[in-house]
């Protein structure tokens, strides 16, 4: 029988030099990319509050809202608030760090938080499509396309989804929506019925950057 034992990789652990040189040169290569796309990796974004987390472990990402990815959503509709959106919805694969940001948020936080180049979107949604993209979502709790959403809630575990009070499934409304591109195409909200009002041509990236910045100022 083979036996492992787990040891702890930390700062006191000796570098081996070629895995070393390696690791550091596409690590700086990453960086020089970030460069390029107008990113500045080491520049402070937030100064979170002592007892503020936000959660982008994939296993709270794809299985409830968390503080990260409500932050997402709201920075969405902070960002399409001209276009009077009331919702704000993702897919929690769309989070990749995997780790819990706190105190100091750099930009390279956010670029590892959020890789991918997903803009974001205005869509018109009639309301029982909504309700449909919604409780598809949360039922696939611990994918990639589980559904995290602000403004809108459920006090039946997704059979019904209230905005302000009322079952949006009936309501005969339409509803402007702030979400991305990725799950316009990938969704339900890929239907007939529903119009893109206006694309941002932003990333939730930078949306991201910006709300931390003006909620929690840099230090």
């Known amino acids: 029988m083979l036996l492992l034992t787990l040891a702890q990789v930390t700062s006191e652990v000796p570098e081996e030099e070629n895995t070393a ?18 990113y500045e990796p080491n520049a402070i974004v937030s100064c979170l509050p002592i007892g503020i987390e936000l959660d982008g472990r994939s296993s709270s990402v794809r299985s409830y809202t968390t503080h990260l990815t409500a932050a997402i959503c709201d920075s969405m509709l902070q960002l399409t608030v ?5 919702i704000g919805i993702i897919n929690g694969g769309t989070v990749r760090i995997d ?26 949604v009639p309301g029982h499509v909504l309700a449909q993209v919604l409780t598809i979502g949360t039922l696939l709790k611990g994918s990639g396309m589980f559904i995290a959403y602000t403004r809108v809630e ?22 402007n929506v702030a979400t991305t591109a990725y799950m316009r195409d990938h969704t339900q909200l890929n ?23 003006m909620k929690y100022p840099p230090c």
């Open 21 to 38: 040189r390696i690791a550091n040169y596409w690590f700086n290569l990453g960086i020089q990319g970030f460069k390029e796309l107008s």
């Open 99 to 124: 780790d819990i940001l706190r105190e100091t948020i750099t930009q390279y936080d956010i670029l590892r938080t959020l890789p991918f180049g997903n803009r974001i979107v205005v869509l018109s």
């Open 82 to 86: 001209t276009n009077k959106t009331t």
């Open 154 to 175: 459920t006090l039946d575990d997704g059979e019904t989804w209230l905005f302000n009070g009322t079952d949006i499934s009936k309501s005969g409304l339409y509803y």
């Open 191 to 213: 239907n007939i019925d529903v119009t893109t009002l206006y694309d941002t041509n932003v990333t939730q990236t930078r949306s991201l950057m910006n709300y931390l910045t």
